[in-house]
């Protein structure tokens, strides 16, 4: 356990979202690759915060690191929903979808990209299906 990590935790349970950023920030200088620091970093911001851009790019950054299939499923998840929803860029999010059916088709959430693949063809909103006709 990284007492640094439960000290950040509780700061967000205190309310001190900024505060807890900031821990969990200089944890990952010194351990680039620690998987709750760069996920609850991007989960603030997002469901605290509501800063949906900075929360893309910490997902986003969370994404390179090496998750399980599943949780890295559900992270791609999430960030197409911010992509598609609050900053209104559907290109990315689709983008994403397609990766995670291509990478991890027998997870749950790759299981759920393909059900939203198969909507948006069948309601011909495929950008790239249309190229193909």
């Given at each position: 356990?990284?007492?640094?990590?439960?000290?950040?935790?509780?700061?967000?349970?205190k309310?001190?979202?900024?505060g807890?950023?900031?821990?969990?920030?200089?944890?990952?200088?010194?351990?680039?690759?620690?998987?709750?620091?760069?996920?609850?970093?991007?989960?603030?911001?997002?469901?605290?915060?509501?800063?949906?851009?900075?929360?893309?790019?910490?997902?986003?950054?969370?994404?390179?690191?090496?998750?399980?299939?599943?949780?890295?499923?559900?992270?791609?998840?999430?960030?197409?929903?911010?992509?598609?929803?609050?900053?209104?860029?559907?290109?990315?999010?689709?983008?994403?979808?397609?990766?995670?059916?291509?990478?991890?088709?027998?997870t749950?959430?790759?299981?759920?990209?393909?059900?939203?693949?198969?909507?948006?063809?069948?309601?011909?909103?495929?950008?790239?299906?249309?190229?193909?006709?």
């Amino acid at each position: 356990r990284n007492a640094n990590a439960e000290r950040a935790e509780q700061l967000a349970l205190k309310g001190d979202h900024l505060g807890a950023i900031q821990v969990f920030q200089a944890i990952l200088k010194q351990h680039p690759q620690h998987l709750h620091s760069a996920l609850r970093i991007a989960e603030l911001y997002d469901k605290e915060l509501q800063d949906f851009p900075r929360a893309a790019q910490h997902y986003e950054a969370a994404l390179a690191l090496k998750f399980p299939p599943e949780q890295w499923g559900w992270m791609a998840i999430r960030l197409a929903n911010i992509y598609s929803g609050p900053l209104k860029q559907p290109l990315p999010a689709l983008a994403l979808i397609r990766r995670l059916a291509a990478e991890h088709p027998g997870t749950k959430a790759g299981a759920k990209a393909l059900q939203r693949l198969a909507k948006i063809a069948s309601a011909g909103l495929d950008p790239e299906a249309g190229a193909e006709v």
